[in-house]
């Protein structure tokens, strides 16, 4: 190699680490929540990247609002270090490199390791974290049965390899169990788990308890409810381009995310920084823009690829289930499963209202025989429901309706079968023993 060649590969090289130039403005405005930047206007488009050096360390924001006189920038970091007359820089877009060798791994939502496991390998495709969900037209079909090994779940809310469903609950009902139980669900390459939110001391609960015995298969994004709201409304984004790598390489993953609530509460921070007006209970616009182009990316791929299965649990506020979030996840969703609260307190868990969850592809699990089943043992749960207040009142006499003495004799014995704990073994077979428990009763 002569020295012109040796020349060339060396500014090749730096063009690849250090920008030949660089755009910036400088910090004219700090606020709380945000800060001002001045000469930059021109030169970045809303979403991209801007920079702070400050301590020899880059602090990365978000432009979240452009005027003539400057950009609103939002930092990932908890703390705003931003001070007047600081320069900042254009950054490149906010990307990651996902890689086979991330699982089994902890990540914070920027892609870097959260765990003592040594640096993460980048992979040789850089993806996006706010990429387009697929073409609607070219996605597979989603048919292929799935057992969660939760036996109310696969019994009357069934999933489809590739479907997404939301877990709707208040506080303190049960979400975070029920999840950590669907987490155990067999038949996936590949787990991928965001935690937006969430306390501290449950990030090493989960990843002890929940994911023990499917740790290798499993990376985990973890945004804790101190980080700042750029870092939890990019988690859940992250985790889905993670999921996404391993969709396109024709595996089958199984993505989980607690909470998208939190991630709604974040988006709405942001906007309400910006500027945005509050439409409906606080949240802006762009909150309800955020939620569906975030849950269309899970779901089938395209011919010849994997299919992300997608769990999101809501945490109503309120326990009011038409609030606005728990109402567009729930329309954008392709099921839903409801814990109750009141069946929480009587120590049913899972707390899952059967007559107000649904599965939009159960027809795709059930057999015509299971179908029918399911549907008079709805209607049956239904009347005992219906007259729990007649009976506690004395009014209900048993001979005088053959129906509701049915009721009465199988309802009981059908919610003690449905009882199950994280500590409880998966359920193989959950309409055999759902077969059981009537033929024991009934006769």
């Known amino acids: 190699m002569n020295a012109l060649e040796r020349l060339e590969s060396t500014l090749a090289s730096l063009r690849k680490d250090v920008p030949m130039v660089r755009v910036g403005g400088v910090v004219s405005e700090v606020a709380a929540t945000h800060y001002r930047v001045s000469g930059l206007s021109r030169h970045v488009r809303l979403g991209e990247m801007v920079g702070l050096e400050i301590d020899n360390r880059m602090q990365l924001g978000e432009v979240v609002r452009i005027d003539g006189n400057g950009v609103t920038a939002k930092p990932f970091d908890s703390r705003i270090a931003a001070g007047l007359g600081l320069v900042a820089y254009r950054m490149p877009p906010l990307a990651i490199s996902p890689h086979p060798s991330w699982k089994g791994r902890v990540v914070n939502a920027l892609g870097e390791p959260l765990d003592d496991s040594g640096p993460l390998h980048p992979g040789e495709r850089v993806m996006s974290t706010d990429a387009d969900p697929p073409a609607a037209v070219s996605r597979t079909r989603v048919r292929a049965p799935l057992r969660t090994g939760v036996r109310v779940v696969d019994l009357f809310t069934p999933l489809c390899r590739g479907q997404r469903i939301g877990v709707f609950a208040g506080s303190g009902v049960g979400k975070t169990t029920l999840l950590s139980m669907l987490a155990r669900s067999a038949g996936f390459d590949t787990?991928?788990?965001?935690?937006?939110?969430?306390?501290?001391?449950?990030?090493?609960?989960?990843?002890?308890?929940?994911?023990?015995?499917?740790?290798?298969?499993?990376?985990?994004?973890?945004?804790?409810?101190?980080?700042?709201?750029?870092?939890?409304?990019?988690?859940?984004?992250?985790?889905?381009?993670?999921?996404?790598?391993?969709?396109?390489?024709?595996?089958?993953?199984?993505?989980?995310?607690?909470?998208?609530?939190?991630?709604?509460?974040?988006?709405?921070?942001?906007?309400?920084?910006?500027?945005?007006?509050?439409?409906?209970?606080?949240?802006?616009?762009?909150?309800?823009?955020?939620?569906?182009?975030?849950?269309?990316?899970?779901?089938?791929?395209?011919?010849?690829?994997?299919?992300?299965?997608?769990?999101?649990?809501?945490?109503?506020?309120?326990?009011?289930?038409?609030?606005?979030?728990?109402?567009?996840?729930?329309?954008?969703?392709?099921?839903?499963?409801?814990?109750?609260?009141?069946?929480?307190?009587?120590?049913?868990?899972?707390?899952?209202?059967?007559?107000?969850?649904?599965?939009?592809?159960?027809?795709?699990?059930?057999?015509?025989?299971?179908?029918?089943?399911?549907?008079?043992?709805?209607?049956?749960?239904?009347?005992?429901?219906?007259?729990?207040?007649?009976?506690?009142?004395?009014?209900?006499?048993?001979?005088?309706?053959?129906?509701?003495?049915?009721?009465?004799?199988?309802?009981?014995?059908?919610?003690?079968?449905?009882?199950?704990?994280?500590?409880?073994?998966?359920?193989?077979?959950?309409?055999?023993?759902?077969?059981?428990?009537?033929?024991?009763?009934?006769?």
């Not at 939110?197 to 990843?207: A, H, I, K, S, T």
């Not at 945005?276 to 949240?283: K, L, N, S, T």
């Not at 010849?304 to 954008?332: K, Y």
């Not at 009141?342 to 007559?355: E, S, T």
Request: glycine share 8%.
């Open 191 to 443: 787990v991928v788990t965001a935690l937006v939110g969430e306390r501290g001391r449950e990030v090493r609960e989960f990843l002890e308890e929940a994911l023990t015995h499917h740790r290798s298969r499993a990376i985990t994004v973890v945004s804790t409810g101190d980080e700042s709201p750029m870092m939890r409304r990019l988690a859940p984004k992250t985790a889905m381009t993670i999921a996404e790598y391993f969709r396109d390489r024709g595996e089958s993953v199984l993505l989980i995310v607690d909470s998208i609530t939190r991630f709604a509460h974040a988006a709405r921070e942001i906007a309400l920084a910006a500027g945005e007006p509050a439409v409906a209970r606080g949240y802006a616009p762009s909150v309800f823009t955020d939620l569906p182009r975030l849950l269309e990316r899970a779901g089938p791929g395209a011919e010849g690829q994997g299919s992300v299965t997608g769990i999101f649990s809501v945490l109503v506020d309120g326990d009011d289930h038409n609030e606005p979030v728990a109402d567009t996840v729930r329309g954008t969703l392709d099921g839903h499963i409801v814990l109750d609260r009141d069946l929480a307190d009587q120590g049913r868990y899972p707390a899952v209202n059967v007559l107000t969850s649904v599965s939009r592809l159960a027809q795709h699990v059930w057999s015509a025989e299971e179908h029918n089943l399911l549907r008079r043992l709805r209607a049956m749960i239904a009347r005992f429901e219906d007259t729990r207040d007649l009976r506690l009142m004395g009014g209900y006499q048993p001979g005088r309706d053959n129906e509701l003495d049915q009721a009465v004799q199988l309802v009981p014995k059908i919610y003690d079968a449905m009882r199950q704990t994280a500590a409880d073994p998966m359920c193989t077979e959950p309409f055999h023993d759902l077969l059981n428990v009537i033929k024991s009763t009934v006769g």
